[in-house]
């Protein structure tokens, strides 16, 4: 039986953000299921919705045949209440929520209490929530939103070898694979690094310059700042081979995350064996598993070099990596694949608009 979809995002899907690439990546597998969807790529500026934004979502969802099941991305959805209520009673519409707009890292507390509020109404006229774990599951009971309304369904990850590492006579490669934004916190890895020059290694960051491009252009100054500008190397957004490549000479995964509502490069990083080193932001220890990772508290740069140190010291680091390596393998045989994501994503639209509700 074939069914279809609507799917609402702001901009391209083909954006290679965390968020992005899962709702390509539920949609290519929708479609492998039998599934008809249709993308609908809107205008604007969001989630601050200028009046193109505005323009853009009511119009799409006012060309949207009556009864349709629709998703629209909370980036595009959080912002704009209006046009979600215009038409909840005619589309079957659900939100899918990568985490609450408030929760993003630098807001002050005017824009955070209008997301709030902006976001609370828009979730009210929606039939269902989609999130990518529990912990924005439980997140979403503050906004109102009953628990028997939201399906959690976590991202898949993509089997990959273990990786090989930079060398047994190379120094430890660090990685961490995030767009430079605030709430991803690459000035913090910077300061933390900086108390470690007396130990070799060198470190990577690898994602998009483009997404808040001061904050960017201030951690690649701090890093010339701080004398690491010959340790530690900026790509910019890499290419998916590039990325593997990256990973596969990886010693470690360093995320120094503020938030996370899942953290997929988390997952990629246990799904090819190496120990993380992150934080207890968000959803990060719910993704994380404890015996293969060391977690510090967001925002403490001293703590996080603290744990950087603890796994690259010599004589001691290399056999605590390969306790957390073990262990991150161990964990990679239980991540979804893709497969197994895009069904319980099936599975939660179903759930939340049956069939025979139109």
């Known amino acids: 039986m074939s069914r279809r979809l609507h799917v609402v995002v702001p901009g391209s899907l083909e954006q290679r953000t965390g968020g992005y690439m899962y709702d390509a990546r539920m949609v290519r597998g929708l479609c492998e299921l039998g599934w008809q969807v249709e993308v609908h790529n809107l205008v604007g500026a969001f989630p601050d919705a ?19 099941r629709v998703v629209i991305d909370g980036l595009a959805m ?16 659900l939100a899918l929520v990568h985490h609450p707009l408030a929760d993003e890292t ?3 507390e005017g824009r955070r209490a209008r997301f709030v509020t902006l ?9 269902g ?10 997140r979403l009971e503050a906004f109102g939103v009953e628990p028997t309304c939201v399906r959690a369904v976590r991202p898949g990850t993509d089997r990959a070898r273990p990786a090989l590492g930079p060398g047994s006579d190379a120094a430890p490669a660090l990685l961490c ?19 470690l020059r007396d130990l070799p ?9 483009d997404l808040v491009p001061d904050y960017a252009v201030m951690v690649r100054e701090l890093t010339q700042e701080t004398g690491l500008g010959e340790r530690v190397q900026f790509p910019g957004e890499c290419e998916p081979d590039h990325l593997d490549d990256l990973y596969d000479h990886a010693s470690l995964f360093v995320l120094p995350s503020q938030y996370e509502g899942y953290g997929m490069a988390l997952a990629d990083a246990l799904a090819r064996g190496l120990p993380v080193v992150s ?14 990772s060391v977690l510090v508290p967001p925002g403490d740069d001293a703590a996080l070099g603290e744990a950087l140190r603890c796994l690259l010291a010599d004589g001691t680091g290399a056999g605590r990596r390969a306790e957390l390596a073990r262990a991150a393998r161990r964990h990679a045989e239980e991540l979804p694949d893709w497969a197994q994501a895009t069904q319980a994503f099936a599975d939660a639209l179903l759930e939340l608009t049956p069939d025979g509700d139109v």
């Open 50 to 68: 200028d009046a193109d934004a505005r323009r853009s979502l009511t119009s799409t969802l006012a060309g949207i045949p009556a009864g349709a």
């Open 78 to 93: 959080g912002g704009l209440p209006e046009p979600v209520w215009a038409e909840h009673a005619r589309l079957r519409i």
């Open 106 to 108: 630098g807001l002050d």
């Open 119 to 127: 976001e609370r109404n828009a979730l009210a006229g929606c039939a």
């Open 129 to 138: 929530v989609l999130v990518t774990s529990e912990f924005t599951a439980c």
């Open 177 to 195: 694979v995030a767009s430079l934004i605030p709430r991803k916190g690459q000035h913090l890895l910077v300061h933390a690094l900086s108390r």
């Open 201 to 209: 290694w060198t470190c990577v960051c690898a994602g998009s310059f």
């Open 279 to 292: 934080t207890t932001g968000g959803a990060i220890p719910y993704t994380v598993p404890g015996d293969a």
